[in-house]
């Protein structure tokens, strides 16, 4: 057992401890002395604190753990595929089975999406494609248990304050009843039930749709869709707005131009030389309003002029190319099977502890790059192209191991 765990450990890039047992011991002592303190402060009761961790113990199987002494470091591999190769998170047989699923749900749920954008203003086919991504349209199975997760997370993990706030939220869903525990199931990250919501999201956005007074994100279709829904107005969806368009940029057009807080008027986008693809003008209503250049692989792939609503698609999963597939996967959803017209150019198989490093030497120079966490956000990719462009070299707006190599 103990070679296995270390096995895993070694994958995911966390030392190994001499034994499991002094941490199950320190885990323990967590509970009693650190946790269980708050929890009853916050009304949770000892009968449901104990229900909540009994025959608990730490996962040291879970990703971003940090282990007692030790310091968090960055991870040489990328486990998360939101943050991997931009081309392969749109390969066909992924998104084309949450379109196709989305289509066929269309239909029988149609009353009950129509109703929905009635309320919130939030389209079905965004609703069924977030459905389709997060859980499969509800068939996938949750193999973790939910206070496990969370339970090593808040004790061990990089970012331990987070889920400290979500475990407690989970002790609050049992204290009041509103969920199970044996329905506390949940992904490796301790996201539950068919919109894989986090405890504080469910708290916050979880809605009763289909009339039986209680919120049912595990069994209930209504419940579950208006719930994505209302997630999404909370996070400020602009109601009658697209979420996007695929666009062609022009050399003139420097990549670096790209991110939220580089917002202009979709109509001076235009002026720039930037078009719809497939020679449709921009609707008058999104040419008049604020739109942002998106270019998820920088000049190595397709480029978005995009809206607010595609920054509340990412409160959902902090990925912009999560935000693209649920976007894109609602435009086919309502309009047919159309691929992207731009192509994904090939990218140089980097380390996140490559990019990591290429960051901080970025940061040195005085770059925000939005953290040196090895993940190429917006920030990390207009910083490549403006030092690209100030070093004589062609702004491609994403890293390659030439830049890597350069910046070391």
């Given at each position: 057992?103990?070679?296995?765990?270390?096995?895993?450990?070694?994958?995911?890039?966390?030392?190994?401890?001499?034994?499991?047992?002094?941490?199950?011991?320190?885990?323990?002592?967590?509970?009693?002395?650190?946790?269980?303190?708050?929890?009853?402060?916050?009304?949770?009761?000892?009968?449901?604190?104990?229900?909540?961790?009994?025959?608990?113990?730490?996962?040291?199987?879970?990703?971003?753990?940090?282990?007692?002494?030790?310091?968090?470091?960055?991870?040489?591999?990328?486990?998360?595929?939101?943050?991997?190769?931009?081309?392969?998170?749109?390969?066909?047989?992924?998104?084309?089975?949450?379109?196709?699923?989305?289509?066929?749900?269309?239909?029988?749920?149609?009353?009950?999406?129509?109703?929905?954008?009635?309320?919130?203003?939030?389209?079905?086919?965004?609703?069924?494609?977030?459905?389709g991504r997060e859980s499969?349209?509800?068939?996938a199975k949750m193999p973790?248990?939910?206070?496990?997760?969370?339970?090593?997370?808040?004790?061990?993990?990089?970012?331990?304050?987070?889920?400290?706030?979500?475990?407690?939220?989970?002790?609050?869903?049992?204290?009041?009843?509103?969920?199970?525990?044996?329905?506390?199931?949940?992904?490796?990250?301790?996201?539950?039930?068919?919109?894989?919501?986090?405890?504080?999201?469910?708290?916050?956005?979880?809605?009763?749709?289909?009339?039986?007074?209680?919120?049912?994100?595990?069994?209930?279709?209504?419940?579950?869709?208006?719930?994505?829904?209302?997630?999404?107005?909370?996070?400020?969806?602009?109601?009658?707005?697209?979420?996007?368009?695929?666009?062609?940029?022009?050399?003139?057009?420097?990549?670096?131009?790209?991110?939220?807080?580089?917002?202009?008027?979709?109509?001076?986008?235009?002026?720039?030389?930037?078009?719809?693809?497939?020679?449709?003008?921009?609707?008058?209503?999104?040419?008049?309003?604020?739109?942002?250049?998106?270019?998820?692989?920088?000049?190595?792939?397709?480029?978005?002029?995009?809206?607010?609503?595609?920054?509340?698609?990412?409160?959902?999963?902090?990925?912009?190319?999560?935000?693209?597939?649920?976007?894109?996967?609602?435009?086919?959803?309502?309009?047919g099977d159309r691929r992207?017209?731009?192509?994904?150019?090939?990218?140089?198989?980097?380390?996140?502890?490559?990019?990591?490093?290429?960051?901080?030497?970025?940061?040195?120079?005085?770059?925000?790059?939005?953290?040196?966490?090895?993940?190429?956000?917006?920030?990390?990719?207009?910083?490549?192209?403006?030092?690209?462009?100030?070093?004589?070299?062609?702004?491609?707006?994403?890293?390659?191991?030439?830049?890597?190599?350069?910046?070391?």
């Amino acid at each position: 057992m103990l070679a296995a765990i270390a096995a895993a450990l070694i994958a995911f890039g966390v030392a190994t401890p001499a034994s499991s047992a002094p941490i199950d011991d320190q885990f323990q002592a967590w509970l009693a002395r650190d946790l269980w303190p708050e929890a009853k402060a916050r009304g949770i009761s000892r009968a449901t604190f104990d229900a909540a961790f009994a025959g608990v113990s730490p996962n040291l199987k879970l990703p971003d753990l940090v282990l007692p002494g030790e310091k968090p470091k960055t991870p040489k591999m990328q486990h998360q595929a939101e943050f991997g190769s931009p081309g392969n998170y749109f390969a066909e047989k992924t998104i084309g089975a949450v379109t196709a699923g989305g289509r066929s749900r269309a239909g029988a749920n149609a009353r009950t999406l129509a109703a929905i954008e009635k309320r919130y203003g939030v389209p079905g086919g965004v609703v069924l494609a977030i459905w389709g991504r997060e859980s499969g349209f509800g068939a996938a199975k949750m193999p973790y248990d939910a206070f496990e997760v969370l339970g090593t997370k808040a004790f061990l993990a990089t970012r331990k304050d987070m889920f400290r706030n979500e475990l407690l939220a989970g002790l609050e869903m049992l204290e009041r009843g509103l969920v199970s525990r044996d329905a506390m199931r949940s992904s490796w990250a301790g996201a539950l039930g068919q919109p894989q919501f986090l405890p504080t999201s469910f708290l916050k956005h979880a809605v009763d749709f289909d009339g039986d007074g209680r919120a049912d994100i595990w069994n209930s279709t209504p419940d579950t869709l208006a719930s994505i829904a209302n997630y999404l107005v909370g996070y400020g969806w602009v109601k009658g707005r697209d979420w996007g368009f695929e666009v062609s940029v022009p050399d003139s057009v420097t990549c670096a131009l790209e991110g939220p807080d580089q917002g202009k008027k979709i109509s001076d986008w235009a002026a720039m030389g930037i078009t719809r693809v497939g020679g449709k003008p921009f609707p008058q209503g999104e040419a008049r309003a604020e739109g942002f250049l998106m270019m998820p692989a920088g000049r190595n792939g397709p480029a978005f002029i995009v809206t607010p609503n595609f920054y509340v698609l990412k409160e959902y999963n902090e990925s912009d190319l999560y935000a693209l597939f649920i976007g894109h996967g609602a435009d086919r959803i309502a309009g047919g099977d159309r691929r992207f017209s731009g192509g994904w150019g090939k990218v140089d198989g980097l380390y996140r502890s490559d990019i990591a490093a290429m960051q901080r030497a970025l940061e040195k120079l005085g770059y925000d790059v939005g953290g040196a966490d090895g993940l190429p956000g917006f920030k990390t990719r207009r910083s490549i192209g403006d030092w690209q462009a100030r070093n004589g070299r062609a702004a491609t707006c994403f890293p390659d191991k030439a830049t890597v190599e350069a910046l070391r």
